[in-house]
């Protein structure tokens, strides 16, 4: 079965400081990515999914992700945070076919002012 | 108005009870998931329906059972709550190929005591 890891539960970083929040996943074959997150009290919204091609993926709000298939990796990216960005972020994935999305535990990231 | 609506946003019941939460869309997907979110556990998928005469059992279906009425309605229902089954419950929906992302509902905060 699918797993995603999320390496970090949370992640406090200052304002304008660049972030990157990391995602491995398990399998190698042809897979599905997505990156949502959750403000409070909201559902998630999607930022960003990689689906196939240029490796690198970029998303609402200035986020983008790189997906390393060696590594099975698809760590988010954002060069300068701001406060509007504290939120839990999630990673998911789903290999092709009729399989559901399988998410990680979630990073919630704080921006310090 | 929103594309996925859950109702209640928020339930308060005790042990034992019986309780429904209702699921809508206008987005005229044809899979329906639930989902539930517990602090440090990320999304687990309780149910989903690939279209109104399929319904999956998911990660964590013990004690939880749903009924799909129409395309756009999916509710999930609590025989006998019980006190561990306090979190917040995510309704979402998706199109069909593989690479469709998930729209989620605003959730439903349950407590049972």
């Known amino acids: 079965a699918q797993s995603v890891t999320q390496l970090d539960s949370q992640v406090p970083v200052f304002e304008e400081a660049p972030v990157e929040l990391r995602c491995n996943y398990s399998?190698?074959?042809?897979?599905?990515l997505f990156w949502y997150v959750q403000y409070p009290n909201q559902g998630l919204q999607l930022l960003l999914k990689?689906?196939?091609?240029?490796?690198l993926v970029k998303g609402i709000n200035g986020f983008e992700a790189e997906f390393n298939k060696s590594q099975t990796s698809f760590h988010l990216r954002k060069p300068s945070v701001h406060i509007s960005d504290t939120a839990e972020y999630f990673c998911?994935?789903?290999?092709?076919?009729?399989?559901?999305?399988?998410f990680g535990k979630g990073t919630r990231l704080s921006v310090i002012a | 108005d929103a594309d996925v609506t859950q109702t209640p946003r928020n339930r308060i019941t005790k042990t034992g009870k019986r309780i429904m939460l209702e699921c809508s869309q206008t987005?005229?997907?044809?899979?329906m998931y639930w989902y539930r979110q517990d602090p440090g556990l990320g999304l687990r998928l309780i149910y989903y329906?690939?279209?109104?005469?399929?319904?999956n059992k998911g990660e964590i279906s013990d004690g939880y059972s749903v009924s799909r009425q129409a395309q756009a309605k999916f509710s999930l229902s609590l025989e006998s709550a019980i006190p561990n089954q306090t979190a917040l419950y995510f309704c979402?929906?998706?199109?069909?190929?593989?690479?469709?992302?998930?729209?989620f509902g605003n959730g439903t905060r349950l407590t049972v005591t």
């Open positions: 399998s190698s074959v042809s897979v599905y």
């Open positions: 990689y689906l196939s091609g240029s490796t």
């Open positions: 979402a929906t998706s199109g069909t190929g593989s690479d469709s992302p998930l729209h």
């Open positions: 987005k005229g997907h044809d899979r």
């Open positions: 329906s690939f279209d109104v005469k399929d319904i």
């Open positions: 998911a994935a789903r290999r092709t076919g009729n399989t559901p999305l399988v």
